[in-house]
Every structure is written in structure tokens, then in C-alpha cells.
């Protein structure tokens, strides 16, 4: 009785009867020469030929030879009037890419296909003559192609459009002579002419930014009809609003009205992108972003998947950066949680998480419980990382979260997915304290069941730091030695070096934790053995306490006060002799990323998560390289350091940012400098900080730079001393001084006679926020009553014509540089009366707390209320009198 096939008969029957199944190419080179046969066959050739494409297209090298003795044999073929054998025989001249001398025999056969009567001839010939013809050739059939360009026949126009998008590479000179033409057939009523012809004039035109706004201000009158073209359109309108905009500060943005006409488009895609372009401007406003969202709401419900998705992912990118304007859709995107379209039900999950509000954090988690099991890893990466973003908006939910988090942590996943969770978990633990004792257990419980080498050492390693620190340490020593016994070796010692962290700061532990380490000596693994026997014979030896057991903690679990990188390339370096290595001798200079190294297709840039030596952040990265610094050892501890504030356009030869680091008596400027110009090499480096304006403060110290390469970043400190007592602020006017030297860029020696010259940068502000510090609280109120009314001080500020009470609050928020709680930076759409709740710690560790009260009446004018409670009355005062001056 006959058996029904089943999917895997099936596929098994299509590997074998395909085509291309154990094709070499000797075969196919011996196949060719059916192109020699007196009586050609067309079919038959068609198939070699399909063979010998498929071969180039895998990669297959041809020989010199070879190429040639194919080109010559189909050449052969133009003789044959079958049409399909035609198309074939241009594509694979286009594919060898015959040489100068051999493009001369086919020319004249193409040449004639060019003017023939056939249209598929002729847009197929001048493709291929495009492809394969020097400058010297295109001049002869130039007028030609200036023909084409207008031809009635689209197809031909849209080749010859094509071709001179590619020429235009190659010989910018010929094809600016088409403009004429090219604008013509911008008049086309064909679809596909009219955008590859828009497509070809703006790149003629695209140096000129002038010639650019003149043709976009024309064609947005109407003259474009094609849906692709008006794509096309829209993009550029979008730069000539984003080149001129900077010039723009009050009133309209030029040409906004056409993109807001094409919002009512009856094309898709013409009002997709639309609204896409206008959720892009820079600094957009309420109103024109409205507009925009209304339309992409209508389609989050349309029956076309490629509709629902690009309209969800344009929402999500929205709601990063203005999530009150998407709330409106929050119904309509709780319908795609359950899309058939795994994609579309990931951005709406991740779009809600990012819009929704303290009471459907609940709701949401029920419903993406049932949804996680649906998608794949990558997916599931995003959804972490927005659970994680909403987690610290609302540190009040963190409970509910971390038991999601640690739910799916026990489910099936890859290294990244898991790694994302674990880095999530880091993250809570970190900035909500409250939240530490049970982010602790939900590590312990995963490293009981972690096939994963990597997070098993780096949770031990976490572990280490955080569990000795918590209200129980005791109860996590049974997960930690449970590694011991029954991991691999690297994790059995990561174990042990956890254990010893315990002994050492859990003094009531000691004598346990002693037990647990004689019992690893007997360890098979020799690294195991080592480290129970350092931490045993260390520990023990000075275990009656003091400055000395201090020492011997700092030795043992400190901070590795040279770059990993420098060690290794020292410890290579190193000739075995008598003389002992030196740790002394590494440098402490750090090397920063390379563009080269930034560039690298595929490879991810390092993340601020987990590393190799555990959680991280940019401060302690900072913290680690100014303490690295002789200079700056007298400086005490770092209070603060900001993000990099660039000081120079992203085009130009020099690129340079800077970071203020903010000390109790010192402001340090740290300036990222990266030379972009490969023929140069910059000596001397230093910048020079003009300070004459700015009397509270005085230049202590500055550390400049030998030599600056090309692609190797590096580091200028210069370094201020503020007067004692005051809130020091005011500008810097900064120049960039070196001597430059050109370089060989072929044998990468520069010249030894050098030019002095230097480089104009942005000026930088010193303002009172840096001597702030942003603080999460999860309670606001308890901490607002526990600081008591002593020192609190209350005034009122009018704040003047604003244009939402979401500006206003924005406004001050930045002005005093602290960190909003329980999501009360977050206004409410057309509020007219608001409270927010910011925390903070003043330099000196004062703990400030601000409780502002907005309203705002009919003619848009904010008023204020600002009531300051803080550990000291003089920071209270000194509160008000920044908002006063601001």
C-alpha cells in the first residue's frame, strides 16, 4: 500500500532534483562551448548560462583566461534572435565585467540593441553598456542616452535614469550635463520614471545646498504624482527643513505645510513616511506631533500587516522621547499584543511599556506573560530592557517586576536573552535599594540551575560585592559553596573568591567560611587550590582586624589600579632575568576605542552591564582613570561627572568632547580628542582654557598630550581650583593648540619639520546642576517627613509664557539638575495644575529634597511653587536662589 510523502520526503525530493545540486565549474566551463555550435540552442545556452551566474554569484573565481574564453564564446550568442536568450547574454557580460580592451567587441553589438525597435533591447543594452564602458566610450554615445532619458517608453527612460545614477560615481562631469533632461522627465506620469529621475537630480544637485531647498520648494507644489516619488520627496523635504531649521528661532518651519498635506495622502506609505519625518524634527512640538500620531493611530487597526508595522515602530521610536503624546494609542496597541505578526506584538508591548502609567503596570505584565513564550530571543531582549526602563520610572513596582523578571529567567533562553535579565536585575538592585534583598535571591536561584559559565562567574562576582552588605549575608553561603561542589572549575573558583569577600567582611562568617575553604584545597582543579590557599594563608595571618586587615582586603579585592590592557602588553613585553616584573612600570594612561575599532561591521560596542570585573559604571570608569593621575591625588573623592558635552561638529578634522568631573574644592575638564585626518600627525597638544571672565576659579594643574595619531583617542585634563564656599559657575572659552606634521600615509612616517596652529572650540558652561547629583527614592513622602520642617524654605516664581506646564517642568528639572520620583516628571496631556517630586545630593553629601507645584492660566503663563527641605538651611537658601536666577 502506497505511504503518503511527508514534509521531510518532500524536502528531500527538492535537494534532489535541484538544479544547481553539485554543480562544478569545469562542468559548466565544458557546457559553454554549446555557444560555439553552428545551430545554437537556445534553450540549452540559457541553462549554461543561468549555471555560470549562479557560480559567479557564490563567490566562484574565474581565471583571467577563463572570463575571457566565456566573454568571446557569448558574444557569440547576440546572433540568436531569442528573446530570453538575450536578456540572459546581457547579464552575463554585466556580471564578468569584461576589461577595456575586450568591451570594444560587444560595443557595437550593444550599441545596435540601443536603437533598436524592441524596447527590452534597447533599456537592457544601455543598462548593460553603462555598466561596462569607460569615460572615453560614454562620450560617444552620451546623445543617446540624453534621448532615453525622455523616451515615451518607461522602461527605457528608467534604465537610462538608473545607469546615470551609477555613472554619477564615476563621471560626475558627463552627467551633470543631463540636468535638462532629468528634469523633464521629473514630469513623467510614469511612477517609476519620475522617482528614478527625482532620485538622479537630487544627486546631481546634492553639494549645493541652495540648488536642493530651490528644487524641493518647486516639486512640493504639486508637480509630483508618483507615490515612491513623493517618498522620495518627503526625505528631502525633511533635510532642507533639518539644514535650515538651525538658522530659525521663532515662527514656522519652512515647507512643514507639505508634509502635513502629505498626512492626508491616499497612499499608505506617502502618509507613513510623512509622519515619520515629522516625529524626527528636532525639538518638536506638541502641535505639530499630534497630527502626525493621529494618523499613524488610524494604522495600528489596518487589515495590511507592513501598514500596522511600520505605524507601531514609528510610535515606539515616539514614545522614547515624547511618551505622553502616544498614550492616545494605548487602546489601539493592546489589540496588536495578540498580532499573528510576532514582530508588531514586540513594539507594542515595548511602545506600552514605555507610554503606560503606575496603575496598568499589572495588567500589562498578565499580558505579556502569555506573549513571551510566542517570540524569539531577540525580541524578548527588547521587552526586558523596556521592563527594566519602566522599572526605574516607577521604583514603587519593582516588586511586581523583579518576580517577571526572575519568572522568565527560569525559562528556556540563549546567553544574551539571559545575560539581558541578569543585566536588568543589576541594574534594580543597583539604583532601588529596596529592591536588593530580593534581586540577591532571584541571582542566587539562578546560578543553582545556570549553564552558562560566563553570568554564573559574574553573578558570584556580584554576589561578593553586594551579599556581605545586605541584613543577612549567612543565607546566601549555601548557593555559593552548592558552585564548589558541583560546577566546572572556572566557576568553582569564581565561588571561592566570593567566599573569601564574605570572610573577610562578615566578620561573625569568618570561621565558617575558613571551614569551606580547607575543603577546597583538596579541589582537582589547580586555580581552585591556589585561590583557597592565598585567601586561607592572607585572611588567617591577619585575622585579628585593624589597619592592617584593611590593607590586606584592599590587596586581595580591591581595584586593579592599571588597565587590564597595559598589564597584558606589559607582562608580554617582559624578558625573564633576575630583576623581578614591576608592576610600578605599566602605564596608567588610558587608550580609548579607535573609530577603526568602532567601525567593525557585527561587533558590538562594550556595554556598561556586566564586565569582566563585575558591574560597572561610566563614574567608577572615571573615578579609576583620575585617581591614575599624580595631579589630581590631592583632589579627594569625586563627587560627580557629567555626560560629554561636545565641543566641535560632527565634520570636522578634529573631534573633541569634554566631561566636567566635580571634586569638593576642584572642577577637572577631561577632553576627548580624536584626530579624523589620516595625512596628519598633531603634536604638543594642549587646550587652552580662557577663564578671565569666570574670577572663582583658578588653573591648578593641566595635562596635555605628546602626540595625537590618527584614529587614537585621547585625553587633555586641565583642572580648576574654585573659591571655598561658593557655587562657582560661569563660561569657558576653550582652544585646541598643537603642531601638526603631514604624514606618508603609505609608509605612515610623518615629516620631521611641523607647523604650529590651532583650533577654535565650543565654549563650556559650568552651571549649578553639576554640583548636583540625581537620587532615586522609591518613598518620596516618608523621606520628605523623616527630614522634618527645620530647615525648609517655600517661595513662590512666576515662570512667564510657556508652552505646556510638560516644558516648564522640564525647564526646572534641568535647571536644578536633580532626579524626579514615582514618575511625577510626567504631565498629564492639557493639565492645567501639576506636582513633581525631585531628590537629590548637593556637593558636600547634603540631601536635598524639592517639592515644585505649577499651574498655568488662560494666556499660558506658569506660576510656581517651590518648597526646598534639605540637611542644611544655607543648601535650602541656596536652592531658591538658583531657580530665582535661572
Known amino acids: 500500500m502506497a505511504q503518503p510523502l511527508g514534509k521531510k520526503d518532500d524536502d528531500q525530493e527538492d535537494e534532489e532534483y535541484s538544479p544547481f545540486l553539485g554543480i562544478e565549474k569545469g562542468a559548466v566551463l565544458q557546457e559553454a562551448r554549446v555557444f560555439n555550435d553552428p545551430q545554437l540552442d537556445a534553450r540549452r545556452c540559457s541553462q549554461v548560462i543561468t549555471k555560470l551566474l549562479y557560480l559567479l554569484n557564490q563567490g566562484e573565481n574565474f581565471t583571467k583566461v577563463e572570463a575571457t574564453e566565456v566573454f568571446f564564446s557569448v558574444t557569440k550568442l547576440f546572433q540568436s534572435k531569442d528573446t530570453v536568450l538575450r536578456r540572459m547574454v546581457y547579464l552575463i557580460i554585466k556580471e564578468l565585467s569584461p576589461s577595456a580592451d575586450e568591451v570594444i567587441i560587444v560595443t557595437s553589438s550593444l550599441m545596435k540593441d540601443m536603437n533598436s525597435k524592441t524596447d527590452m533591447y534597447r533599456a537592457n543594452a544601455i543598462r548593460v553598456l553603462c555598466r561596462i564602458i569607460d569615460g572615453t566610450l560614454l562620450t560617444q554615445i552620451e546623445r543617446y542616452l540624453k534621448q532615453a532619458i525622455v523616451d515615451k517608453n518607461p522602461v527605457v527612460a528608467s534604465a537610462a535614469l538608473v545607469s546615470g545614477i551609477h555613472l554619477l560615481q564615476t563621471n560626475p562631469e558627463i552627467v551633470k550635463r543631463w540636468s535638462n533632461e532629468v528634469q523633464e522627465a521629473i514630469q513623467s506620469r510614469a511612477a517609476l520614471v519620475q522617482f528614478h529621475a527625482l532620485a538622479l537630480l537630487h544627486q546631481i544637485r546634492q553639494n549645493d545646498r541652495l540648488a536642493v531647498s530651490k528644487l524641493v520648494a518647486s516639486l512640493t507644489k504639486g508637480s509630483v504624482r508618483s507615490p515612491l516619488a513623493q517618498c522620495l520627496l518627503i526625505r528631502y523635504t525633511s533635510q532642507v527643513i533639518r539644514d535650515s531649521s538651525t538658522n530659525i528661532q521663532t515662527g514656522e518651519r519652512p515647507l512643514s505645510d507639505y508634509l502635513e498635506t502629505c498626512l492626508r495622502h491616499k497612499t499608505d506609505m506617502v502618509t507613513i513616511e510623512a509622519a515619520r519625518a515629522i516625529t524626527e524634527f528636532s525639538g518638536v512640538t506638541s502641535r505639530e506631533l499630534n497630527p502626525a500620531i493621529t494618523a499613524l493611530q488610524l494604522f495600528l487597526s489596518s487589515s495590511k500587516p507592513v501598514v500596522r508595522f511600520a505605524a507601531v515602530r514609528t510610535l515606539n521610536k515616539v514614545a522614547m522621547t515624547h511618551p505622553l503624546a502616544v498614550t492616545n494609542c494605548n487602546i489601539d496597541m493592546e489589540s496588536l499584543i495578540s498580532d499573528q505578526n510576532r514582530s508588531i506584538a514586540t513594539l507594542a508591548i515595548t511602545t506600552l511599556l514605555k507610554t503606560g502609567n503606575e496603575s496598568s503596570i499589572d495588567r500589562l505584565m498578565k499580558q505579556i506573560s502569555n506573549f513571551m513564550s510566542d517570540i524569539a530571543d531577540e525580541f524578548k531582549i527588547v521587552v526586558v530592557e523596556a521592563i527594566r526602563s519602566l522599572c526605574l520610572k516607577f521604583p514603587l513596582k519593582h516588586r511586581s517586576l523583579m518576580n517577571f523578571l526572575s519568572n522568565i529567567l527560569r525559562e528556556e533562553g540563549g546567553f544574551e536573552y539571559k545575560k539581558a535579565i541578569i543585566d536588568s536585575i543589576v541594574t534594580l538592585i543597583r539604583d532601588i535599594p529596596e529592591a536588593k534583598e530580593t534581586g540577591l535571591f532571584h541571582l542566587c536561584e539562578f546560578i543553582e540551575d545556570c549553564e552558562f559559565t560566563y553570568l554564573s562567574t559574574q553573578v558570584l562576582h556580584f554576589l561578593g560585592n553586594e551579599g556581605p552588605k545586605s541584613s543577612e549575608p549567612s543565607k546566601y553561603i549555601r548557593y555559593i559553596y552548592n558552585r564548589v561542589i558541583l560546577e566546572n572549575a572556572t566557576v568553582r573558583a569564581a565561588a571561592v573568591s566570593t567566599l573569601a569577600k564574605f570572610g573577610s567582611m562578615v566578620e561573625s562568617l569568618k570561621p565558617r567560611i575558613f571551614v569551606l575553604l580547607r575543603r577546597c584545597l583538596f579541589d582537582s582543579d589547580d586555580e581552585v587550590r591556589d585561590r583557597a590557599t592565598l585567601y586561607l594563608n592572607t585572611l588567617e595571618w591577619n585575622g585579628s582586624g585593624g589597619e592592617t586587615d584593611k590593607g590586606v582586603k584592599e590587596f586581595l579585592f580591591g581595584a586593579l589600579d592599571v588597565p587590564l590592557v597595559n598589564l597584558e602588553a606589559s607582562l608580554q613585553n617582559y624578558e625573564s632575568s633576575e630583576e623581578p616584573f614591576d608592576i610600578s612600570t605599566v602605564t596608567k594612561e588610558v587608550k580609548s576605542q579607535s573609530l577603526t575599532e568602532k567601525k567593525v561591521p557585527g561587533k558590538k560596542p562594550p556595554t556598561l552591564g556586566l564586565s569582566a570585573n563585575g558591574p560597572t559604571s561610566p563614574f567608577r570608569a572615571y573615578e579609576n582613570l583620575l585617581s591614575s593621575i599624580p595631579e589630581f591625588n590631592n583632589f579627594g573623592q569625586l563627587f560627580k561627572s557629567s555626560a560629554p558635552i561636545e565641543l566641535t561638529d560632527a565634520e570636522t578634522e578634529y573631534a573633541v568632547n569634554v566631561v566636567k568631573h566635580i571634586y569638593n574644592g576642584h572642577v577637572v575638564f577631561q577632553y576627548n580628542c580624536t584626530n579624523t585626518v589620516p595625512e596628519l600627525l598633531l603634536e604638543n597638544v594642549t587646550v587652552m582654557v580662557d577663564n578671565f571672565d569666570v574670577e572663582e576659579f583658578e588653573e591648578v594643574a593641566s595635562k596635555s598630550l605628546k602626540a595625537l595619531p590618527y584614529d587614537s583617542p585621547a585625553q587633555i585634563f586641565v583642572a580648576f581650583k574654585k573659591s571655598d564656599g561658593l557655587l562657582a559657575t560661569g563660561k569657558f572659552s576653550n582652544t585646541l593648540n598643537f603642531i601638526y606634521k603631514e604624514v606618508d600615509t603609505t609608509t605612515g612616517e610623518a615629516e620631521e619639520e611641523g607647523i604650529e596652529d590651532q583650533y577654535e572650540l565650543e565654549d563650556l558652561e559650568v552651571v549649578p546642576a553639576?554640583?548636583?547629583?540625581?537620587?532615586?527614592?522609591?518613598?518620596?513622602?516618608?523621606?520628605?517627613?523623616?527630614?522634618?520642617?527645620?530647615?525648609?524654605?517655600?517661595?513662590?516664581?512666576?515662570?512667564?509664557?510657556?508652552?505646556?506646564?510638560?516644558?516648564?517642568?522640564?525647564?526646572?528639572?534641568?535647571?536644578?539638575?536633580?532626579?524626579?520620583?514615582?514618575?511625577?516628571?510626567?504631565?498629564?496631556?492639557?493639565?492645567?495644575s501639576h506636582t513633581c517630586l525631585l531628590s537629590g545630593v548637593f556637593l558636600g553629601d547634603v540631601k536635598v529634597l524639592v517639592r515644585l507645584s505649577f499651574g498655568i492660566d488662560g494666556p499660558k503663563q506658569v506660576a510656581m511653587k517651590l518648597a526646598v527641605r534639605s540637611e542644611d538651611a544655607a543648601i535650602s537658601d541656596k536652592i531658591h536662589e538658583i531657580v530665582a536666577n535661572s
Open 770 to 832: 553639576d554640583y548636583m547629583l540625581g537620587v532615586s527614592l522609591l518613598n518620596f513622602k516618608n523621606s520628605w517627613e523623616s527630614m522634618g520642617p527645620d530647615f525648609e524654605r517655600i517661595d513662590e516664581y512666576g515662570l512667564g509664557v510657556r508652552e505646556s506646564l510638560a516644558v516648564a517642568v522640564s525647564a526646572v528639572i534641568d535647571i536644578l539638575g536633580m532626579k524626579p520620583c514615582e514618575g511625577t516628571e510626567v504631565v498629564p496631556n492639557n493639565a492645567r
